[in-house]
């Protein structure tokens, strides 16, 4: 069997490992994902091409036929990215690779990270993700019970600040009101960040509307997927570069909810999203929009480059 000419660097972060998984799937070809772990190193900033940050099982692992393109994610996969660069690998790279940018290929940075203009930029609006047309479509057969909900059916995603304990339960307890009030029905989810007392806060203020809940760690199938595919508008918090994205991938209005204390970053994200007309402030009216598909950009410019 022929070995995969397309290798993913797959960082342990899943939101992480997506950016390069959802360009791998919109290529179309076969690709083989490497699943990266980390040693001591890696949590230096390694300047140079190197495997020095593995882990000894997966640098032991990484063996030729060498891929002829390399996608990858975040700083500590960018110098193994650069390594297999250096052994004829194209290299794709998403994020900031924190030193060696002009020894990639192509780097696709979001343009609420500002980066320096540079010629191997692609400068995209979020980040790129796996939830393309085909597995919205699917998730829309898998979970054909949530059309018994009323519509309109609003999907709110909670979730919570990037290095803190849990949302304010208040925070939410508001934000949960007011998608309340422009819904018949709400798709609730919360993630890892949001906390168990914002949560609870959360269902008590959708008790008495038609909802669906996911708590973040309950048992059974996620329906995450289900609540974008079958939602006529979108709710996410401000502080989700993934969901975000993600929502954007759909064709209805997606609203922003500021859940407070949002740093520089996650303000320009939701600066950049409303300026390209893609997103509106909760709130603000119902609008149009056009499905923002930029994994599929990402890969039509590798293709157009003949890298893959």
């Known amino acids: ?144 019970g949530l059309a018994a909900l009323p519509s309109p059916r609003v999907a709110l995603l909670v979730g919570g600040p990037v290095r803190a304990e849990g949302m304010r339960p208040e925070v939410v307890a508001a934000i949960g009101r007011q998608v309340a009030g422009m819904a018949a029905s709400v798709l609730a989810t919360t993630s890892r960040r949001t906390g168990a007392a914002a949560t609870e806060a959360l269902s008590t203020v959708l008790a008495d509307r038609p909802h669906r809940l996911f708590r973040w760690g309950e048992a059974g199938s996620n329906p995450y997927a289900g609540f974008l595919a079958w939602a006529d508008a979108v709710v996410v918090t401000g502080d989700s570069v993934s969901m975000l994205s993600e929502a954007l991938a759909t064709p209805v209005p997606v609203f922003i909810a500021d859940p407070g204390g949002l740093g520089p970053r996650h303000r320009r994200l939701r600066e950049s999203l409303v300026a390209a007309g893609q997103a509106r402030m909760l709130g603000e009216g119902m609008f149009e929009r056009v499905p923002l598909d930029e994994s599929a950009r990402v890969a039509a410019a590798i293709l157009a480059r003949g890298w893959a």
């Not at 069997?1 to 998984?21: F, H, I, K, N, Y």
């Not at 690709?31 to 000894?56: D, K, M, N």
């Not at 660069?85 to 940018?101: E, Q, T, Y």
């Open 1 to 144: 069997m022929t070995e995969p000419s397309v290798w993913v660097l797959a960082d342990p972060r899943a939101g992480t490992a997506a950016q390069a998984l959802g360009i791998a799937e919109r290529l179309g070809l076969p690709f083989r994902t490497v699943e990266l772990r980390w040693g001591p190193w890696a949590r230096l900033p390694i300047a140079w091409p190197s495997l020095a940050g593995l882990a000894a099982e997966v640098r032991g692992g990484l063996r030729p036929p060498w891929p002829s393109l390399t996608l990858s994610a975040g700083r500590r996969s960018a110098p193994v990215a650069r390594w297999l660069r250096r052994h004829g690998a194209r290299a794709v790279h998403c994020m900031r690779p924190g030193l060696g940018a002009a020894d990639l290929d192509l780097l696709v940075v979001g343009a609420h990270d500002r980066p320096r203009p540079a010629p191997n930029l692609m400068e995209i609006l979020g980040a790129c993700h796996r939830m393309a047309p085909g597995r919205l479509a699917a998730a829309r057969a898998e979970w054909a």
